[in-house]
């Protein structure tokens, strides 16, 4: 839900999510913290400094804006070249998937289970056995770790992540190791890095060789091209939309015992 002093300037922002068919990530990121937002927006490359901390115009800036948002840097290559129309969050999920290689049909349900679930496995591995040993402990003795697994049906691995971060509701805590497992992802992308210094190796060339440089400047050019169109910006992405199940898995779990963990 909206929050209620945002008053009459969070109906835009929203009814622009209702129509983009991105309305659950924007209200996930409404209900953020401003420090998490920032934190988002800064690994995306969005600016929001001039937003005033609203929580509506930082979410749909998140989401929205060109070149950088969370809706184009999911777009394949021909939508880069003929913006048409922007993704949709199911559509951002099953790309997403697509690109870890894990299965990329379903409900969004199901997907952004599937998806958190990848992360999971890849970013509890770079943990310590104690601190392993502390998530599975307090997953033995808090009411809403048992719902959590019960209604979302999560792993071990799953559960930890949940529990690791839950502590002081820190949604974004995830979000700097999901990025370094997407780093490691991108190098499957070989090829579309080998054409970027194909083109730049090109253009060095024809600088050196002037009677060559018509020929070699289309060929640059048509590498550029190439390079454009096979590279992935998933690797920015993928982190996001963990974070942003993450955050939704989390808030879920906590309302039921919401006075429990008060009194911790």
């Given at each position: ?65 060109d070149l950088r948002g969370m809706q184009a ?192």
């Amino acid at each position: 839900m909206l929050r209620r002093r945002d008053g009459l300037r969070s109906l835009p922002a929203r009814r622009h999510a209702e129509r983009e068919g991105v309305v659950r990530p924007f209200e996930i990121l409404v209900s953020m913290d401003p420090d998490s937002r920032a934190r988002i927006a800064a690994h995306l490359g969005v600016r929001i400094s001039h937003l005033e901390e609203d929580p509506s115009r930082e979410a749909w800036a998140i989401l929205h804006r060109d070149l950088r948002g969370m809706q184009a840097r999911g777009h394949v290559a021909l939508e880069r070249l003929l913006p048409i129309r922007n993704i949709t969050w199911i559509e951002m999920l099953r790309r997403t998937a697509r690109w870890l290689r894990i299965p990329a049909d379903g409900t969004a349900t199901e997907l952004e289970r599937r998806i958190y679930e990848a992360f999971a496995d890849r970013i509890v591995a770079t943990w310590r056995p104690e601190e392993i040993s502390l998530c599975d402990a307090m997953a033995s003795v808090q009411p809403w770790v048992l719902r959590l697994r019960e209604r979302l049906a999560l792993s071990r691995n799953g559960v930890r992540l949940a529990v690791g971060t839950f502590a002081t509701m820190s949604w974004t805590e995830a979000l700097g190791v999901g990025a370094a497992v997407a780093s490691t992802l991108r190098f499957r992308h070989a090829s579309a890095r080998a054409i970027a210094r194909g083109a730049t190796w090109l253009d060095a060339v024809a600088r050196r060789v002037p009677p060559l440089r018509p020929a070699l400047w289309i060929a640059a050019q048509a590498a550029a091209l190439a390079a454009m169109v096979l590279t992935t910006h998933h690797d920015r992405n993928a982190p996001v939309v963990m974070t942003l199940v993450l955050q939704s898995f989390q808030t879920a779990a906590a309302e039921p015992t919401v006075h429990f963990w008060n009194s911790v």
